[in-house]
């Protein structure tokens, strides 16, 4: 007769301790988040001061170039209207005209407000049209983005509540259950 393998299959595998694989994937994530807090301590000390420093030193150069352009052009202007000698003729006897006494005729009609409103209406898209406006280009992003909302205080506690958050789901999936 076959006796077969005395296992008991009555009996609950043993849980395992090791959890490797999550300490590692924990791990990781957290070297990450420490390199990108490094990256954007780096960025906010060292790259942003030099931007800005670079910003400043340009329209102060602009700024130089602009006034003196403005003095050339000045020079220019006042060279050219340099006073000149003329022989002017002495001036002659004007007649003194009659003085007009008012009339009675009647004004003409004045114009309807709603038509003067559409002709300046008019008059301005027309000019719009000629020279239509440009946004100046700064360089500068749009501020729209979560970071621009929040700042860098903002993002560092949400990178915090979602650590915690990560601890807390962990010790609930290992902690023991009771039944009752």
Same mark, same amino acid.
């Given at each position: 007769?076959?006796? !077969?393998?005395?296992?008991?299959?009555?009996?609950?595998?043993?849980?395992?301790? @090791?959890?490797?694989?999550?300490?590692?994937?924990? !791990?990781?994530?957290?070297?990450?988040?420490?390199?990108? &807090? !490094?990256?954007?301590?780096?960025?906010?000390?060292?790259?942003?001061?030099?931007? %800005?420093?670079?910003?400043?030193?340009?329209? @102060?150069?602009? $700024?130089?170039?602009?006034?003196?352009?403005?003095?050339?052009?000045?020079?220019?202007?006042?060279?050219? &209207? &340099?006073?000149?000698?003329?022989?002017?003729?002495?001036?002659?006897?004007?007649?003194?005209?009659?003085?007009?006494?008012?009339?009675?005729?009647?004004?003409?009609?004045?114009?309807?407000?709603?038509?003067?409103?559409?002709?300046? +209406?008019?008059?301005?898209? +027309?000019?719009?049209? %000629?020279?239509?406006?440009?946004?100046?280009?700064? $360089? @500068?992003?749009?501020?729209? $983005?979560? +970071?621009?909302?929040? !700042?860098?205080? $903002?993002?560092?506690?949400?990178?915090?509540?979602?650590?915690?958050?990560? &601890?807390?789901?962990?010790?609930?999936?290992?902690?023991?259950?009771?039944?009752?």
């Amino acid at each position: 007769m076959y006796e !077969g393998d005395e296992t008991n299959f009555d009996a609950t595998p043993p849980e395992e301790n @090791n959890n490797r694989t999550f300490l590692i994937v924990a !791990g990781v994530l957290g070297a990450i988040v420490l390199l990108s &807090i !490094g990256c954007l301590a780096v960025y906010a000390l060292v790259v942003l001061p030099r931007q %800005q420093e670079t910003a400043r030193a340009n329209a @102060n150069a602009q $700024g130089t170039q602009s006034a003196a352009m403005a003095m050339a052009l000045t020079a220019t202007f006042e060279s050219s &209207i &340099i006073p000149t000698t003329t022989m002017t003729q002495l001036p002659s006897p004007t007649p003194v005209l009659a003085q007009v006494e008012p009339s009675a005729t009647p004004l003409p009609p004045t114009e309807n407000p709603a038509t003067a409103t559409v002709a300046v +209406a008019l008059t301005q898209v +027309a000019g719009a049209a %000629q020279n239509p406006v440009t946004p100046p280009a700064t $360089g @500068n992003m749009p501020k729209s $983005g979560i +970071a621009d909302e929040y !700042g860098i205080p $903002g993002l560092v506690v949400a990178t915090l509540i979602l650590v915690l958050v990560i &601890i807390v789901a962990r010790r609930m999936r290992t902690s023991p259950v009771r039944n009752r």
